[in-house]
Nanobody, 123 residues
Framework: VQLQASGGGLVQAGGSLKLSCAASGRTFSNDYMGWFRQAPGKDREFVAAISPGSISTYYADSVKGRFAISRDGAKNTVYLQMNTLKSEDTAVYYC?????????????????WGQGTLVTVSS
């Protein structure tokens, strides 16, 4: 099983980026999928998650109203549209999938992880 994250890069404050995470090796259509991020010198933190069938979405307060998570079941892919980016959004972004029992906001809940993609927001 592999999760391949892509779409990171350098963007100016106020700009937008869209991250993608393509899964292979198994389908995650019945699993929650999520995004976490880790800024330099900080712990990894929850960003967003989406339920099976895209019925529900969940966001950290710091990104609510600016970021949008979505998924394409046919492509086994989850996306993170990031708008109105701020310098504090600079981090390595990780996708995750396959929730065990527990909170979807807790990284320990997820079985599978992508390799991370770097987002740098310049002010």
């Amino acid at each position: 099983v592999q999760l391949q994250a892509s779409g990171g890069g350098l963007v100016q404050a106020g700009g937008s980026l869209k991250l993608s995470c393509a899964a292979s090796g198994r389908t995650f259509s019945n699993d929650y999928m999520g995004w976490f991020r880790q800024a330099p010198g900080k712990d990894r933190e929850f960003v967003a998650a989406i339920s099976p069938g895209s019925i529900s979405t969940y966001y950290a307060d710091s990104v609510k109203g600016r970021f949008a998570i979505s998924r394409d079941g046919a492509k086994n892919t989850v996306y993170l549209q990031m708008n109105t980016l701020k310098s504090e959004d600079t981090a390595v972004y990780y996708c995750a999938a396959g929730v065990r029992s527990g909170s979807i906001r807790n990284e320990k809940t997820y079985n599978y992880w992508g390799q991370g993609t770097l987002v740098t927001v310049s002010s």
